[in-house]
């Protein structure tokens, strides 16, 4: 006999068993079915305060509102990695952000060593000063104003926009990813 026809002979066998049980049991199916029904149509047309198909209607509003509900919260979007990178050490100093939607907001530097919030001078980009190169230093109060780095090419705003580039292109590239692992890990 070949594998074949035994399994078509035991699923023939088995399904045979399973109608047979389902028959044995239907006079006591149709029994509680009748008595479900007779409970849902009293419950329904009963008196109460206020009408049981307004009952039904509030239940079945509660019920969709706890599926969305529960669909919100298991299926709500995971924010998406890189709002995890809010910090990183770029031209020698360490500079922290927060993210309002997906734009770098809050963008400030700190001293490497004390983490002292650094504080700017970018008067060489002043009109009246012609003899030095536009640049922006940022120094450290509580470090004997040591100059942590120095910005070449414009002001403060400059600086900043410098540095939200670089974040953009770490994030592009994928080079926060090991900074976020480490700090998961
Ligand atoms: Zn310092």
Redesign the pocket.
């Known amino acids: 006999m070949s594998e074949n026809s035994i399994k078509l002979i035991a699923i023939g066998t088995t399904a045979s068993v399973i109608a047979g049980i389902i028959l044995l049991t239907i006079p006591q199916l149709r029994l509680w079915i009748g008595y479900i029904a007779t409970w849902i149509w009293t419950a329904l047309t009963a008196t109460y305060l206020v009408s049981g198909w307004l009952l039904l209607v509030v239940c079945f509003i509660t019920l969709i509102g706890m599926i969305l509900i529960f669909s919100y919260i298991r299926f709500k979007p995971r924010e998406p990695l890189f709002k995890l990178y809010t910090e990183d050490f770029i031209r020698s100093a360490l500079w922290r952000w927060s993210w309002a939607d997906s734009k770098i907001s809050n963008l400030w530097c700190y ?1 490497p ?4 919030t650094l504080i700017y001078d970018d008067s060489s980009c002043s009109v009246y000063n012609r003899m030095e190169a536009n640049k922006t230093d940022f120094m ?1 109060e ?2 004997s104003n ?1 100059i ?1 780095t120095s910005i070449e090419g414009g002001d403060k705003g400059y600086a900043c926009d410098l540095i939200k580039r670089e974040i953009s292109r770490r994030i592009r590239t994928k080079e926060y990813e090991r900074l976020i692992n480490k700090e998961l890990s």
């Open positions: 001293c060593h004390c983490d002292a450290c509580n470090c040591t942590i």
